[in-house]
C-alpha cells in the first residue's frame, strides 16, 4: 500500500504543500450576518473602536440622524486617535443638531438622495445594509459584515472617488 502512495496524486499534492505552503484562513477573514439595527449599531462601534486611519459611513437622512446619536462618543473617541471621519448622507432641516453635533468630529458631505447604507474601516473592513431603513422595522434590519480588503477597499475607493465633488 505505502508502495503504491508513493507515486500516486495525493503524495503529490502533499508534497507540494509542504514546499509552498498553504494561506490560512486567519480570523481577520471572516465575515458574518448581523440582524436588528441594535445589533448593527453594536456592530459599528465595535468596528469603529478599532479603526486606526479611517472610518467613512454612507447612510440615509434617518440613519444620519440614529448613527449621530448612537456613535458620537466613539467618533469623538476615534478622531482623538486621529482616525479620518467621513459621512455621505442626505442631511435637511431634521439634520441641522446632528450637523451641528458631528462638526469637528467628522466631515459630512450632502447628497440629495442615499446612495446606500455601509461603513468602511480602515480600508479593510466593511459592513453593509441590506434593506431600505424607512421601509424595514429595526428588528427586521439586517447587514453583512466582512473582513474582506479587496472589497472594503474597493468601496472605499468608490467615496474617495467622488468625494471632492459632492457638497
Not at 3 to 29: A, F, Q, R, Y
Not at 127 to 133: E, I, K, Q
Amino acid at each position: 500500500v505505502l508502495e503504491g502512495l508513493k507515486d500516486s496524486d495525493v503524495v503529490s499534492e502533499l508534497t507540494l504543500l509542504h514546499k509552498k505552503g498553504i494561506d490560512m484562513v486567519g480570523p481577520s477573514e471572516l465575515t458574518g450576518t448581523i440582524k436588528s439595527r441594535g445589533n448593527l449599531h453594536n456592530q459599528l462601534e465595535s468596528m469603529i473602536r478599532n479603526a486606526s486611519s479611517s472610518v467613512v459611513l454612507v447612510t440615509t437622512e434617518s440613519g444620519f440622524l440614529r448613527k449621530v446619536e448612537a456613535l458620537l462618543p466613539v467618533l469623538e473617541r476615534a478622531k482623538e486617535r486621529g482616525v479620518t471621519i467621513r459621512i455621505v448622507a442626505p442631511t435637511g432641516k431634521e439634520s441641522k443638531s446632528s450637523l451641528d453635533a458631528i462638526k469637528g468630529v467628522a466631515e459630512v458631505k450632502k447628497v440629495k438622495e442615499a446612495l446606500g447604507r455601509f461603513c468602511v474601516i480602515d480600508g479593510k473592513e466593511a459592513l453593509f445594509m441590506l434593506v431600505d431603513d424607512v421601509e424595514t422595522h429595526p428588528s427586521y434590519d439586517i447587514g453583512v459584515w466582512a473582513t474582506a480588503p479587496f472589497f472594503a477597499e474597493t468601496m472605499q475607493k468608490l467615496v474617495d472617488s467622488v468625494w471632492d465633488n459632492l457638497k
